[in-house]
């Protein structure tokens, strides 16, 4: 069970996850954050010792049931995001597609994803109804319109420390020259960082390092291993092929259970495993202060 829900910060780090996160992508090392689907993947990448996460919207429309292309809301989203932030003590940051349409669409995504705990979110320069960074078919606004959604989302944060990440999907519709003339004035206006999308070969990757140089920026993939991208001066990664593993292992022992009748033993975390991540224990714990575990009725007192 998070900490975080009693108030206890117990590394010494700020209490606030968008100071933490702050402190992170300005401490020199990268800060290397796995896709994260719901609050249960959350406490698990926690657990292994991540100290950041990331909340996809890719993997958030999948748990609905839809392919990344703007069918989620943004009250969906939030709600996702609530749920995750409330369950970890690591920040996390967030998707938040386009923000949801305007500049003044934007001034309320910001907002509500401050009250759901996360630590920052990157907005897009996408035509909404957008489409996942690496499917085809996706159209941008112009740098002008977006340089005003990121103005937008500066000022309607009443953390100075929460996270505005500004993406781009400009580089399969307009190319290179385009890309890093938008990154520049999306730093310009004041993005704490700049994230160009659809990255799918090491040279572009590497074109992305080496033309953005002076730009704090954020690589989403896994086209190299995380210190390799470290060492072209990253300062964010977002990466794991979280959908792609939870996608095979489902179906490969829903498919064994089908054609054999049961799921071997070799697949599965044991229950106490799993109980153990969501913080079964605590809750024992907890009965045991309050006096509600077996055999002690609500409302007995201790002498």
Known sequence: MSLK??????????SR???RLRQMLRSGTMVAAPFVLNAFHAKIAERVGFQALYMTGFGTAAERGYPDVGLVTQTEMVENARYIASAVDVPVFCDADTGYGNPLNVTRTIREYERAGVAGCHIEDQVFPKKC?????KLVISLEEHVQKIRAALAARRDP???VIARTDALAVNGWADVIRRCRAYRAAGADLVFVDGITAVDDLHTYARELRDVPKLYNGMLLPIPAVEQLGFQAMITGGTIGVVCKALHDALHELKETGIVASHRLASRDDITSILGLDHVYELEQTYGTS??????????
Request: aromatic fraction near 12%; avoid cysteine; charge should be negative.
């Open 5 to 14: 829900n009693f108030g206890v910060q117990p590394d010494g780090m700020p």
């Open 17 to 19: 996850a968008t100071t």
């Open 133 to 137: 960074g690496f499917f085809a078919g």
């Open 161 to 163: 420390d929460f996270v």
């Open 294 to 303: 077996e055999g002690q009725p609500v409302g007995a007192v201790n002498t």
